[in-house]
């Protein structure tokens, strides 16, 4: 069959590589997709939030799988425009509907699922411009460190934790009057501060049977020991050394059937991947946060170890018979380091040319922001390419990517040394 895969980034690269794995893909395009995904599949130049033109293209091309990398396509509601077209709507797409979808794309919408399904996650409430004062009363409530979340997208960099009660307020303000997010921080969510080492679980779901993916944690901070800037994210290791069978039972009874049954609960169609940020607290796992669709750099560790056939996978969420496909996991573990674009995440450059990727050996090196310029390969963005690798441990593996990551070099590039230092126990 032929396949649409829409994004650009690490976790559409690492998508694209698995698809082509499968006898069941017989041509992949990818809108817009990179040098890497470039390398394998078709790039086309298309946003994947301008349904018309992917309507276009899923016409002309026959396309019979669309699959969505991205949450902006799927909080825009690209899977219900694909139900409302006549001529679309018997071609499946991966992702949730636009109602589904809002489990990323409102924190507030999140936070009243998860308490109306007793869900367990940190007591909040949220704010306008209009309410900023009482805000800053209900931070006076709460005990450092203060967790201000923009209600909206804000590319995973809308999150902020703060010590000082005054500098917590001076924020708060600043989001909703300064509108320092855009529209996403025209609604802040304030929380309570859990204090406890987080993972990340993945699910896939036809919206009644669900698959628990590997788990798999993620680094966001720029600097070594998790300090300065939040990213997107600077590496990944699965699986989880700490998510033993006791705690993922916890996490699949108190967490992920309450939330997929609340979805059917609430008549929400949700044909896609949930993505659970947690965070173990005293033992017990708690929700920090949904998002729609699967993580990244988490994909580039987690999607290398399914054996299983992935168009399978998809095949059998589009008819609701995912309970008919066993899911195989390689029992190896996996980690990714990130290699990124020096200022990242505020100020970097573009158009560096990459020299030693054909150097690589025994690692998958995912392209996350490159593009190909006169037959030349060239960082597009500030997250630039991912090098994963496989290992008895987690330590062998990384240790691999480092390896790796040793042979290759763009002006000004920068990764951190440290992925996996806490789970050194």
């Known amino acids: 069959m032929t396949i649409l895969l829409l994004g650009s980034g690490g976790r559409e690269h690492a998508l694209a590589w698995k698809i082509l794995q499968s006898p069941q893909c017989t041509k992949l395009l990818v809108a817009p997709g990179n040098a890497g995904t470039g390398r394998i599949a078709i790039n086309v130049e298309v946003k994947p939030t301008d349904f018309e033109a992917i309507k276009k293209l899923v016409l002309h091309e026959k396309v019979e799988l669309v699959v969505v990398g991205p949450e ?65 009363q209900f931070l006076e409530s709460l005990s450092p460190p203060y967790v201000l979340k ?22 708060l303000r600043n989001m909703l009057i300064d509108e320092k997010f855009g529209q996403a921080s025209s609604k802040v969510v304030i929380e309570e501060f859990l204090d406890g080492i987080e993972m990340s679980c993945f699910v896939l779901t036809d919206g009644e049977n669900y698959k628990i993916l590997p788990t798999a944690k993620d680094y966001k901070r720029i600097g070594e020991g998790d300090t300065g800037l939040n990213t997107g994210g600077m590496g990944a290791v699965s699986p989880v050394p700490f998510a033993d069978a006791v705690f993922m039972d916890k996490i699949e009874q108190r967490i992920v059937l309450p939330t997929i049954n609340g979805l059917k609960a609430e008549g929400i169609s949700y044909k896609g991947f949930i993505f659970i940020g947690l965070i173990k607290v005293k033992g017990e796992p708690m929700v920090i ?12 560790v987690v999607i290398p170890r399914l054996k299983s056939d992935l168009v399978d996978l998809f095949d059998a969420v589009a008819k609701g018979k995912l309970h008919e496909v066993n899911l195989e996991i390689d029992e190896r573990a996996a980690t990714t380091v990130m290699v990124v674009s020096g200022g990242y995440p505020e100020q970097y450059e573009n158009g560096k040319e990459i020299h030693g990727l054909e150097n690589v050996t025994d690692s998958i090196v995912f392209h996350a922001g490159t593009k190909t310029h006169d037959g030349k390969v060239v960082s597009n963005g500030g997250r630039v390419l991912a090098v994963t690798s496989f290992g008895n441990s987690f330590q062998e593996a990384v240790k691999k990517s480092y390896q790796n990551i040793d042979k290759l070099h763009f002006d ?11 789970l050194l126990v």
Not at 111 to 128: E, G, L, N
Not at 289 to 300: A, I
Not at 412 to 422: A, E, L, V
């Open 289 to 300: 946060e949904y998002n729609v669709r699967m993580g990244d750099p988490e994909t580039e």
């Open 150 to 171: 923009a209600d909206g997208l804000a590319a995973g960099k809308g999150v902020l934790i703060i010590e000082d009660l005054e500098e917590a307020k001076s924020e």
């Open 72 to 136: 902006d396509p799927l909080v825009a509601g690209i899977y219900d425009y694909f139900q409302n077209e006549s001529d679309l709507k018997t071609i499946p797409v991966i992702g949730p509907s636009k109602a589904g979808a809002q489990l990323e794309g409102s924190k507030e919408f999140a936070k009243k699922f998860m308490v109306k399904y007793q869900i367990p996650t940190a007591a909040y409430d949220s704010f306008t411009k209009e309410s900023v004062e009482d805000g800053c």
């Open 412 to 422: 000004t590039m920068y990764y951190r040394k440290d992925i996996g230092f806490d």
